[in-house]
């Protein structure tokens, strides 16, 4: 019984912060989900065309790509069956013609996870009046800058960020980055790189459990979590991109992304220590740039099926947009496949343009 009373506390807290000083594989992965229903739709194939308000999150030199005065972007999408939500929201501005700004946030949670810590008091007796709720949550507050040099074509950029993740009142941790963009356009083609955590990302995690929750720990063979930090290694996201004319009124967009991680071998399809290659394409179709048909592949891992036969896997995308004068509205779906817990997920995002009006 004391062990189902510290399940849900125990998976939350490691799951987030029982970190000891030294570089992660997985820290800080809810920045690397994605936002947009339109990036995502193309697999987040999207570093080097991107040219909105969710730039400020993909790669802030995209910002300068804002036509409008401001631009606000909002998504919300569920996982695990709608135990997990990520919610976005974003707001862009042109300073002047070659330079722009972008504030976005970002929450990550499981809300309403029972605490049963307490559930059973040092005489063994079980009061359910003691069992309360809380949340596990990341949370990321993103705050970027795009300028135009004098070179033709190329577009700069930088963010900073502050992450904040929480585990009810247990556990808490504070973080600081910072990102770099660049895209460069020649004519038909778009180039992008985008270098997440450049500086290196620290989280610094503090733990505070009670008496009892220490003696439950304990008493069910299990560390108590000290308080540590945790490091985000540098990830750098290649990208290239090209608009084809398919018909006078049909347009293609077509991009591919490949994420440079060196925090040791993954399991992506290019696999060595440090350095591991993700690729990811993603396509867009659009119609008189109304209507929006999209899809890519990303995730390309090596598994075992059930007889334990090496096979290739790989989650599709598609995704659909509709733009109505100023307002924009995406839809994703993911796949993550059938021997998933997950089998998909829905993004559904907005982008209102925004034009200030004449003193």
């Known amino acids: 019984m004391k062990k189902y009373a510290i399940c849900c506390l125990i998976l939350a807290i490691f799951a987030h912060g ?26 987040n194939s999207c570093v080097s065309s991107i040219n909105d308000v969710t730039a400020g999150y993909w790669n802030p030199a995209g910002l300068l790509g804002i036509k409008n005065d401001m631009q606000l972007g909002l ?23 070659s330079s722009a700004f972008a504030v976005s946030f970002i929450r990550f949670g499981v809300d309403n996870i029972p605490n049963t810590t307490e559930l059973i008091d040092a005489a063994g007796n ?37 992450v904040r993740r929480i585990v009810g009142d247990f556990a808490g941790a504070w973080g600081f980055g910072l990102d ?11 180039f992008g790189l985008m270098a997440r955590d450049i500086s290196t990302t620290f989280n610094v995690w503090n733990y505070s459990l009670t008496d009892q929750m220490k003696d439950v720990f304990i008493a069910t063979g299990n560390d108590l979590p000290t308080n540590s ?23 293609l967009l077509a991009e591919l ?36 048909l999209r899809g890519g592949i990303m995730n390309i891992q090596k598994e075992q099926d059930v007889t334990g036969k090496p096979t290739t896997t790989l989650m599709p995308i598609f995704g659909v947009g509709l733009k109505l004068k100023r307002l924009m509205i995406d839809y994703a ?23 200030r009006q004449a003193k």
């Open 126 to 162: 079980v009061d359910y009046d003691k069992i309360t709720q809380f949340s596990a949550a990341d949370y990321a507050f993103i705050v970027s800058y795009a300028r135009a040099p004098k070179i033709k074509g190329l577009k700069l950029g930088g963010s900073a960020k502050i």
């Open 333 to 355: 779906k993911t796949d993550v496949g059938d021997n998933s817990i997950a089998l998909s997920s829905h993004i559904i995002s907005v982008r209102l343009d925004i034009n």
């Open 18 to 43: 029982y970190l000891m000083a030294q570089p992660r594989k997985y820290s800080n992965e809810f920045l690397a989900i994605g936002v947009g229903g339109a990036s995502q739709g193309m697999a």
């Open 75 to 97: 998504m919300h999408s569920e996982y695990f069956a709608g135990i997990a939500k990520y919610d976005y929201g974003a707001l862009a501005r042109k300073i002047d013609s």
């Open 180 to 190: 770099a963009g660049i895209q460069y356009e020649n004519k038909d083609w778009k």
């Open 229 to 251: 930090y945790e490091i985000t290694l540098p990830r750098i996201i290649l990208g290239a991109a090209r608009k084809f004319d398919v018909t006078k009124d049909i347009g």
């Open 257 to 292: 992304n490949a994420d440079l991680t060196m925090d040791g071998k993954r399991n992506v399809l290019i696999k060595s220590d440090p350095l591991s290659v993700d690729p990811h394409l993603g396509l867009e179709f659009n119609y008189k740039e109304i209507v929006y």
